[in-house]
């Protein structure tokens, strides 16, 4: 059984970081690309970054592009995604997900997907 976990989301005030982290485990990843969405109430869920096996190759939504790093350690099959200088704008539900191949930035193109965690930025 495949699991992806989120976790680092909370409350943070406009300016602030965090840190999400995604822990999959369950079978070995080793050639899925991990990406991250966000899903804002009333809103369609929309990517925000996504990375690859190797980490050679990495994409970003205009929204979060000098504010946002993906990275991962395939070693301990962990995806991370630093966010600074948050806005209330990037208050949201952020879901961690995994694709084998190639990196894509719609929500259709991932087989597996996490329970989310919640990120909330007050102005």
């Known amino acids: 059984q495949v699991q992806l976990v989120e976790s680092g989301g909370g409350l943070v005030q406009t300016g602030g970081s965090l840190r999400l982290s995604c822990s999959a485990s369950g079978r070995t990843f080793s050639g899925y690309a991990m990406a991250w969405f966000r899903q804002a109430p009333g809103k369609e869920r929309e990517f925000v970054a996504a990375?690859?096996?190797?980490?050679?190759?990495?994409r970003y939504a205009d929204s979060g592009k000098g504010r946002f790093t993906i990275s991962r350690d395939n070693a301990k099959n962990l995806v991370y995604l630093q966010m600074n200088s948050l806005k209330p704008g990037d208050t949201a539900v952020y879901y961690c997900a995994a694709r084998l191949g190639f990196i894509a930035t719609a929500k259709l193109g991932y087989d597996y997907w996490g329970q989310g965690t919640q990120v909330s930025v007050s102005s």
């Open positions: 990375i690859t096996w190797s980490s050679g190759s990495t």
